[in-house]
């Protein structure tokens, strides 16, 4: 193929259509808060691969569901949902870049216990660039905090809901 052929290929957007049928897709009524560790292992292919999967893999990130997964020696081990909050909310604080990845967010508290909630509105307020939020849960210590962070992001989508 000669490069006008080459050139007018968008390898990005066909990368960004196959990297999609990669995620995992959850029923509503089955909802689960998981990031997307399907698009990890492409990020190590190449640079082209690289930069459309960290594109998606921080686009929209689920978090707060507990799950199982398997250690270096494949022993089974569960993950608690506000670690994985904990230290994504370390890698968006220590990387600007990623945080400006970051369009929505989806953040769930199991416990509704002050450490997660506040680990979530920090969260928010790092991640300048989020356009739809679905907080499920916060602590009522965290609330006023909440709001004021709410207050300053430039929303297109909310939903709260209230953890019975």
């Known amino acids: 193929m000669d490069s006008v052929h080459m050139n007018a290929l968008n390898i990005p957007e066909i990368l ?6 990669c995620e995992r897709h959850y029923k509503h009524n089955n909802q689960k808060f998981l ?6 292992p492409l990020l ?3 640079k082209k691969w690289h930069d459309v999967a960290e594109r998606r893999l921080y686009a929209t990130d689920s978090l707060g569901t507990d799950r199982i997964v398997r250690n270096r020696n494949g022993h089974r081990m569960e993950i608690k ?3 994985v909050c904990r230290r994504f909310c ?3 604080q220590n990387n600007a870049r990623i945080a400006s990845l970051v369009r929505g967010l989806r953040l769930y508290s199991s416990q509704l216990e002050y450490e997660e909630s506040e680990i979530h509105v920090r969260l928010i307020s790092l991640c300048k660039n989020v356009d739809d939020l679905y907080l499920n849960g916060c602590n009522l210590r965290c ?4 709001k004021a962070v709410l207050a300053e992001a430039d929303l297109v989508s909310l ?3 209230r953890k019975a």
Not at 16 to 21: A, G, V
Request: with cysteine; charged share 35%; net charge positive.
């Open 143 to 146: 609330l006023d905090r909440l």
């Open 159 to 161: 939903k709260l809901y």
């Open 16 to 21: 960004d259509r196959i990297f999609s049928h």
């Open 90 to 92: 370390e890698t968006v």
């Open 44 to 46: 190590l292919v190449c």
């Open 81 to 83: 949902g506000k670690e």
């Open 35 to 40: 990031p997307k560790s399907r698009l990890q």
